[in-house]
């Protein structure tokens, strides 16, 4: 079968590989639609970030060259002999995370974790084993396009709850890629009243407000802080940073009103420097989220197949594997109408 192989930086290739035999406890999932991550991006644009290259994985045994994508949907083809709550023809979702399970719910990645297409071989091919743990089941109405965007809607989920924000607060969202957009219609789904989203893009920012946002801001055309505190006088009750570059993480902070909090949800490419000064006058706490827990994962599937969180408006693409790369990561580096980018598996199976 064919799949999307990370050899190295900007060396990705879509070629002919074997299914490994699955484990007691997997079941092989014929891979409906797969989407492109923002952690995919890094790799193939910086990595190795996640991928292991020069070990193998602790937790999945993998190792580079891989197939990527962890962000999919599918239908159950085969189940180990120690599968017990899935059958053959089960719809279901994914939750990539590998973590050790020796440890509450709400810290188990931070207890050390791997992800299935990023330590291991992933969603972008017509087959992939997946233990039974990290499966979810879908309703079989309910479209397997749309829920190779639960994934990343998880982050998002994560990232609002990470802020403890409360029916009819205010929030302000820095960077309006499909994590920043996915915030704000997460925050919506959360009862907030204001959702301010910022970007460089005016594309990006149709999409924010097509996704809830209440209000956009344009950093090039006026002074976002000042904007913000326009909006709201005495500034948000949470900041979420997704762009992942100084000037952003600076101005959440500022956007941010006093003993507010201030959510760190992108994935820093290169160190940044701040002045701890800048939130000791403030008082504004930081926090930061990576990834989302087992009961936030499902929560999120209950949201986007319940129509809570509206997730079609993020699909911004089609894609066939043979395309993945001039399609999918170059588009995604330079198209910033660009948001959520899915390769259609299905077709690939017909």
């Known amino acids: 079968m064919k799949a999307a192989v990370w050899h190295g930086v900007k060396d990705i290739r879509v070629e002919d590989v074997e299914l490994k035999p699955h484990k007691d406890n997997e079941v092989v ?3 409906a639609w797969a989407g492109i991550c923002g952690s995919d991006l890094h790799e193939y644009l910086e990595g190795p970030v996640f991928i292991p290259v020069d070990h193998t994985d602790e937790l999945t045994g993998g190792h580079a ?5 962890h962000e999919f949907s599918g239908v ?4 180990g002999p120690d599968v017990t709550k899935f059958k053959v023809g089960d719809h279901v979702s994914v939750n990539p995370t590998i973590t050790h399970h020796d440890t509450p719910d709400d810290i188990d990645v931070y207890d050390g974790y791997s992800f299935i297409g990023l330590s291991n071989d992933g969603g972008f091919t017509a087959l992939v084993n997946v233990p039974e743990e990290n499966l979810y089941s879908l309703p079989k109405d309910f479209p397997l396009e749309l829920a190779a965007t639960i994934e990343p809607t998880a982050v998002a989920v994560q990232a609002v709850k990470e802020g403890n924000l409360k029916f009819g607060e205010t929030v302000a969202i820095f960077g309006a890629g499909p994590i920043g957009v996915l915030v704000a219609a997460a925050a919506k789904a959360a009862g907030a ?3 301010i989203s910022i970007d460089l893009s005016e594309v990006r920012l149709d999409k924010a407000k097509e996704m809830g946002a209440t209000d956009v801001i344009n950093p090039a055309n006026e002074d976002a802080i000042q904007k913000i505190h326009e909006i709201v006088p005495n500034g948000v009750d949470v900041s979420f940073e997704v762009a992942g570059v100084q000037p952003t993480f600076e101005q959440a902070i500022d ?3 006093a003993r507010g909090k201030m959510v760190i949800v992108s994935i820093f490419a290169h160190p940044i420097q701040f002045d701890p000064m800048q939130l000791m006058n403030s008082g ?11 009961k936030t994962f499902q929560q999120t599937v209950d949201l ?7 997730v079609k408006p993020v699909i911004t693409k089609h894609i066939d594997l043979d395309d993945i790369v001039e399609d999918g990561f170059e588009a995604l580096t330079s198209d910033k109408s660009q948001a959520k980018i899915l390769i259609d598996l299905e077709k690939e199976q017909a």
Do not use: C, D, R
């Open 29 to 31: 999932i014929k891979v």
């Open 65 to 69: 060259p891989l197939t990527m994508g």
């Open 76 to 79: 159950i083809q085969e189940v």
């Open 193 to 195: 009243t204001k959702i």
């Open 255 to 257: 956007a941010t009103k």
């Open 284 to 294: 504004v706490q930081i926090t930061t989220t990576i990834a989302y827990s087992m």
């Open 304 to 310: 986007v197949t319940s129509g809570q969180i509206n």
